[in-house]
């Protein structure tokens, strides 16, 4: 819960308040009167009458009553300063102190008592161990440098102080400005989530900042961080995050192939994919995608790159290409006129090169073509710099003009940080954003056009027993399904299944007989992991073999039976779902065998998923071009393949209890996808 008194608050009190700015209670109030805060402001110190020119008391119980409290004390005090406090009628409170949960099991109920006490008021608690929080209203952090304040900067939370302020120190250099930034440290009563919610709660078009930038290294409630991150992107925010912590701590024993390729951060990239997240990789990269959402936004991702020094708008070049970004070539009649208009040698086919030599008159002119003649480009990278010759701030007054009245992005690639320093701080001074390095504006820019609007639109499916499915899942035990309810299962799903039929001894092949055509496959049933027992015995052609391959497979240790089935051909493909407590269940799509195996070429999606979702996740395969029918392979119906994915989304909303679900293989072909083996786990 946030109050108004933690976003406005009409007065302050810092408890801890010191003369030494090398102290936090000292930075803080020093920031707080740096600020300009308007409100009453108090201090409490008992060493001190005046602390910084402000008045200080002995205690809290000698002060007025006070909306916001921060707090840079000792750890064990600072649960009887805060219940003093709420006595008189504080309901915010910023704990900037050390010394709780971070520290183990003691610092955990040192920690819980503040929540008790903020609870009990109603009201909000950041931290502890935290830096602080700005708003409009004033500048509460101890450490780092101050951004200055912007109606329309960014809005950003982080988890960590120490990277907040180290992606402070790069916006801020980099002319990025900002709304609010929230350092939620413990998160004990506030966490990422709620500052989400309170953005989403309070947004209002076009007076809210549309900018948001997380640094979370949890995420400990995925269905509201959700919940408030996709309702601000379809409210027309973007929103840039950095999610520590990628890589397992060891690698979990699972029982199924979607369970070994699933994971936290899976489901988290799958959660940032669903809202519309740009997921950054460190802090310079947030850094550079908060500065190209906070430009204008693209119609499509075809760029001109202009550049007075060749390597760089060939570095750049190569690094859009390679991320399917267009560059696309300026040709013809346009061109030609706009050549004429540069030094001899320049090269306007993009990259434009208007060499070393080229001036602000003729970057002005560059850039009018782009905005104005150049049909086939979207947006515009300038790379300038200088080798030190000359003053380049009439070159970067007209860059920042152009930025500023161009309908396309332009977007400023300045690298000489030394030798152009002076005119970097007159761009900057002016209000322009710049990046110092085209590779990596390029990886940023790429991540941004590859992120898409979330739309939801979910297609619904007449045809689907749901309660035949609900009464499988309410008369099965916890564990595995057995193969002939799970592909019972599937066929309340109305999907293709391909013809199985299930014997326990020799005798029932002669009595189904009339069923069976061969060539057929025979699989044991029971066993989870079928090839691991060579449990699967392909290509068998009469009854012969037939009987020799069960007498096999029966022998096996836990088998209860044999499916036949007949040899199918067509594409070998994979699809699965996995539950992720907290984040709900994964949706997985690949092609099989060593693609799946070997090379986890698996695409996966949170449920339930939109059509596009779904199409998405068939396009992003690495083996997409296999579905096209590459090199004479037979083509895969693309729109079979979102329907399976759209009716195993619909499965899990059905039965939730499924925690695991692998369709290993299925078969495509250009006009159906059949089921060939299936495994389901349930826990109700």
Known sequence: MIVRELIEPKSIVVVGGSNDIQKPGGKVLYNLLRGNYEGELFVVNPKENEVQGVKAFSSCDKLPKVELAIIAIPAS??????????????????VLSAGFSEMGEEGKKLEQKLVEIVQNVQGSLIGPNCIGVI?????????????????????FVSASGATAVFILEEAIERGVKFSSIFSVGNSAQIGVEEILEYWDVNYVANESPFVKLIYAEQITKPEKFL?????????????????????????????????????????VDALFKKAGIIRCDGRLELVNVA????????????????????GPGVMLTDTLEAEGIEVPKIEGPIAEELLTKLHYGSSVSNPIDFLATGTAEQLDIILDYVENKFQNIDACAVIFGTPG????????????????????????ILPSIIQAKDAIEQFKNLGGRYFN???????????????QKPIARFIDFPDIDAESIRKIIENSKNGFLPLPKSFELLKCMNLEIVKNIYITNPSELELNSKEITFPIVMKVVGPIHKT????????IRNYADAIDAFNTLIRIPEAEGVVIQPMVSGTELFFGCKYEKGYGHLIA???????????????MSLAPLTDIEAHQMVESIKGYKILLGYRGLPKVSKQSLVQVLLRLSKLVEIAPEIVELDINPAFGSENNIYVVDVRIKVEC
């Open 227 to 267: 919940k408030h991150t996709l309702s601000l992107r379809q409210k027309g925010c973007k929103i840039a995050a950095i999610k520590a912590g990628r890589t397992k701590a060891g690698q979990r024993a699972v029982s199924s192939h979607t369970g070994a390729l699933a994971g936290k951060d899976t489901a």
């Open 389 to 412: 010759l000359f003053d380049v701030k009439k070159v970067y007054d007209v860059l920042y003009n152009r930025i500023q009245s161009s309908v396309k992005p332009v977007y400023a």
């Open 135 to 155: 708003t409009k209203q004033y500048k509460g952090v101890f450490a780092g440098p101050v951004p200055e304040y912007d109606k329309f900067g960014c809005d």
């Open 77 to 94: 005090f600072v649960p009887s300063t805060m219940e003093e406090l709420a006595n008189r009628g504080t309901r915010a409170f910023i």
């Open 532 to 539: 691991e027992v060579k449990g699967v015995v392909t290509n």
């Open 589 to 603: 799509f690949g092609l099989g065998g060593i693609f799946v195996e070997i090379l986890e070429d698996v695409q």
């Open 291 to 310: 500065s190209i959402l906070l430009e204008k936004e693209p119609r499509g991702n075809r760029v001109a790159v202009v550049t007075h020094a060749g």
């Open 437 to 451: 390095d085209e590779v990596a504006f390029g990886k940023s820019f790429a991540k941004v056009i590859k992120t």
